[in-house]
């Protein structure tokens, strides 16, 4: 390989494994140090291209090429962690979290109306960026809740609208996410949006001017509002959104989870995808009509040929599209991904697919370091590498003399680029989600088109004729009849515990090999390696043995408890909306990559929204072959328990030598609270938690308590005495004043005392009098408000597990007073896949 392309090579990979490198550091430098080591980088990368022209002898050049590298390395550290320095000095100091602030600013984002209320960005006017001295973030990430009992239907019109200028009081908090193992990390995409708070809005908003600005973002809320006002189901409004706008928070869960199991979540969600395939297919209509318009006397390609005109035909549809979408950082990393490649085409770099692709890679490594950390980034830069490859490969350009056999090589080409894209993209599905359909190659054949050339064009054209969305609204039905049948084929999805390291090597490299062109053998090897992905062996306790997994699902408990061979969950966690929903956040995806097809046992404490919140959910998409709880049959989840039973004190089983057994509630608790049922002496649903005790054959014990309160400790003291010592404890109703009893505490004696809560909890979970009582007892409190998830015995915090410079850095803090009003829910970031 001559010299200079292997020059090009090393600048392309040491530019991303610098940034690489750098993300995973736990702290960032600081501008001095990042500063010096950039100019001294730079001044490096210039002598060393000036050297390496000079240099006579190979071994002198190739030393040059090496230093080059080096230089190119110790720049890309160096900018990119000055970048993140100077991001985390926007964010919110912690002094003024939980106080009432009054900030000025606009909204620069289309909001997102859900049935709790609306969320919208909010960028501060300059003189509004400050309070009591201390600096406030430019943008904030803010939440308006609607009033108590009133709840917006799907497609409500939103409190406030894009480019409105308002004056709010708010109360903000730093950025602050779930942390679970495999779980999303919202603190990372809220750094990398730049949002440097998130709050809720207080009483005494005054909207001061109607139209600010952001020409483009008014324009999607009013055509977002049209497509609502016209099509009149609100799932099918909210999918013409996404293929119109790019709103894809429109879209309902439902019918995200039909996407994904057939398949075609990508024509949806995947911004970055979506752009690539239509900057594609805009290339090649671009270029067959310039094509025709040479052959129609016109001189068009004399200054331009039709495949540079399509490419830069593509290039423009793909930037147009992508500002009606959003203009949203997946979107914007393909865009300049693509313009990378279009431009080293124009000036006729002749560089192999895979250089172009890597340098595409790095210069939106260097605008947007973050996005190495994302799956939507790679599976974009993938799928660019895909389309590249198949359209070299494209026949319809070789038959030049019949208009049928043109048609059937496009229709066959664009069936081999959809069948390359979705076995190519497969393995990164495992490594991402640990799920790939099965039924996606046949779903997509019929999917793609009908999206790309029916629905799409029909979506769009309704901008200009609304009526056409009501034909879209058609189509759309259309599409979900098809997309269920396919759901319904057994096995249409396929799921696997997440790979350990040397499968992911192993998978992917096979992927490429399979995917790239060569020898038949070869590619067939290729494609043996992918199997690592897919049947990888998940750690499982020995047999007397459990491991409990304390889930960080915010204000709200759900605990996975594994054996040998069984698993059991002990509640669910909240779900107060679709969007807000731990068993879709949390539960599934940690199962998932657990390698955990069932649940042997689920078992619902309590009654309470936030301990059974996200039962419906995970009983939809997950096989539960029995229960156990201490609901009523009034309640709406009563019937759809399988093989469902009370957990009365005594009852007890064993598991691969490990024993459980219920130590509350009573018979007789039970038979009271049925007898007052609906008057004003039945007890609360705090009293009837169900009390889980697990021991294995070391004598290990761990207790879950739900949210008993004194008098339930009071019984279960007297009742049990000494049995209630215990290794670990899930602390009583989240740590609150009205559980953890000194008695209670002395009779546990636990070692570990787990308090699962939100952050900064509305209630002010945990109390510090609770705290104390459990640490005057030598226990370890551990809130996985701070820790996120907990696993024991082995694992420990999951956030001290992979720390990063992005991360909540103040958890350690906590506030002097308990915060008062709603806390502000986690931002619901689009999928970037």
């Known amino acids: 390989m001559p010299i200079p392309l292997i020059s090009l090579w090393c600048v392309a990979l040491s530019w991303a494994v610098g940034t690489a490198l750098q993300l995973q550091r736990m702290h960032t430098g600081g501008w001095p140090q990042d500063l010096a080591w950039g100019v001294l980088a730079l001044a490096s990368v210039m002598g060393l291209i000036l050297r390496v022209q000079r240099a006579s002898y190979l071994w002198q050049r190739i030393a040059v090429v090496l230093a080059l590298g080096a230089s190119v390395f110790a720049l890309a550290f160096a900018l990119t962690d000055w970048r993140a320095h100077e991001r985390l000095l926007q964010r919110l100091d912690p002094a003024l979290e939980g106080q009432d602030l009054v900030v000025q600013g606009v909204v620069t984002r289309m909001p997102h109306a859900a049935s709790w209320g609306t969320r919208f960005e909010f ?25 108590h009992g009133q709840r917006a239907q799907p497609g409500a019109v939103a409190r406030v609208r894009a480019g409105e200028r308002w004056r709010l009081s708010v109360r903000l908090r730093q950025p602050h996410g779930l942390r679970n ?21 207080r009483s005494g908003a005054v909207r001061l001017q109607t139209h600010s600005g952001v020409p483009i973002e008014r324009w999607r809320q009013a055509l977002r509002d049209a497509i609502y006002s016209q099509v009149s189901d609100p799932q099918r409004a909210g999918v013409i959104a996404a293929l119109a706008i790019g709103d894809q928070a429109a879209i309902d ?132 590498g895909l389309l590249m490859l198949s359209d070299d490969a494209s026949a319809a350009a070789r038959c030049p003399h019949s208009t049928c056999l043109r048609i059937g090589s496009a229709v066959w080409a664009a069936a081999r680029v959809q069948a390359v894209a979705s076995i190519g993209l497969a393995p990164l599905s495992m490594v991402f989600f640990q799920q790939v359909s099965v039924v996606g190659i046949l779903a997509n054949l019929l999917a793609v088109p009908w999206v790309t050339w029916v629905l799409t064009p029909l979506c769009l054209a309704g901008a200009v004729w609304p009526g056409l969305w009501s034909a879209a609204e058609l189509g759309v039905q259309g599409l979900q009849a098809l997309l269920l049948m396919f759901h319904g084929w057994p096995g249409a999805q396929w799921t696997a515990a997440a790979a350990p390291t040397w499968a992911v090597w192993v998978g992917l490299a096979g992927a490429a090999i399979a995917v790239w062109p060569g020898p038949a053998s070869l590619r067939v090897a290729g494609a043996l390696m992918t199997l690592a992905l897919l049947w990888p062996q998940p750690w499982r306790p020995s047999w007397g043995h459990f491991e409990i997994v304390a889930a960080d699902v915010g204000q709200g408990t759900a605990v996975v408890v594994r054996t040998q061979h069984h698993v059991a969950l002990y509640d669910t966690g909240p779900g107060l909306a679709a969007d807000r929903n731990a068993a879709h956040r949390v539960l599934l995806p940690l199962l998932r990559a657990r390698g955990e097809p069932v649940i042997h046992r689920l078992i619902l404490s309590h009654r309470d929204a936030d301990h059974v919140g996200g039962a419906d959910t995970l009983l939809q998409r997950m096989r539960v ?144 009098e609770v705290v104390a009582r459990y640490e005057q007892r030598g226990a370890t409190v551990v809130r996985t408000d701070r820790c996120g998830a907990f696993t024991w015995p082995e694992g420990g915090c999951y956030r001290a597990a992979w720390p990063r410079y992005w991360q909540h850095r103040d958890s350690m803090r906590a506030p002097e007073e308990p915060p008062q009003g709603l806390a502000a829910p986690d931002p619901q970031p689009v999928p970037d896949r």
């Open 181 to 201: 193992p495999h779980g999303f990390d919202t603190e990372l995409w809220l750094f990398e949006q730049g949002l440097g708070a998130s709050g809720t809005v």
């Open 123 to 147: 960028t501060l006017d300059p003189d509004s960026r400050s309070a009591g001295g201390q600096p406030l973030p430019p943008t904030l990430s803010l939440a308006w809740f609607e009033p």
């Open 253 to 384: 869960r439902s019918q995200w989870d039909l996407f994904q199991v057939t398949g075609v979540a990508h024509l949806m969600s995947i911004s970055g995808l979506h752009v690539t395939l239509f900057a594609w297919l805009a290339m090649l209509i671009v270029r067959a009509v310039w094509a025709g318009l040479a052959r129609w006397g016109w001189a068009v390609s004399l200054w331009l040929p039709a495949p540079a005109a399509g490419r830069w035909g593509g290039l423009i549809c793909a930037w147009g599209y992508a500002l009606l979408a959003g203009w949203g950082l997946p979107a914007q990393r393909t865009v300049f991904m693509l313009a990378v490649i279009v431009l080293l085409r124009s000036l006729c770099c002749r560089w192999p697919p895979l250089l172009m692709l890597s340098w595409a890679g790095a210069v939106v490594a260097a605008i947007d370091p973050w996005a190495l950390l994302q799956p939507g980034f790679w599976l974009s830069f993938v799928a660019v």
């Open 625 to 768: 072959l029995s229960s156990s709880s201490s609901l009523t049959p009034d309640h709406p989840l009563w019937h759809r328990l399988p093989s469902h039973s009370r957990c009365d004190a005594g009852q007890s089983w064993q598991w691969d030598g490990v024993r459980f057994d219920f130590l509350h509630p009573t018979v007789q608790d039970h038979h009271f609270a049925q007898s007052w049922s609906g008057t004003r002496l039945a007890p609360k649903p705090n009293a009837l938690s169900c009390v889980l005790r697990i021991t294995n054959q070391a004598g290990q014990v761990w207790l879950l308590t739900g949210d008993v309160e004194q008098a339930q400790e009071a019984a279960l003291v007297q009742r049990w005495g000494s049995g209630l010592r215990a290794t670990g404890v899930l602390v009583p109703h989240h740590g609150s004043r009205t559980s953890s009893t000194q008695a209670f505490v002395e009779a546990t004696s636990a070692e570990i005392a787990v308090v699962q809560a939100g952050y900064r909890s509305r209630f002010g979970h945990p109390v510090p």
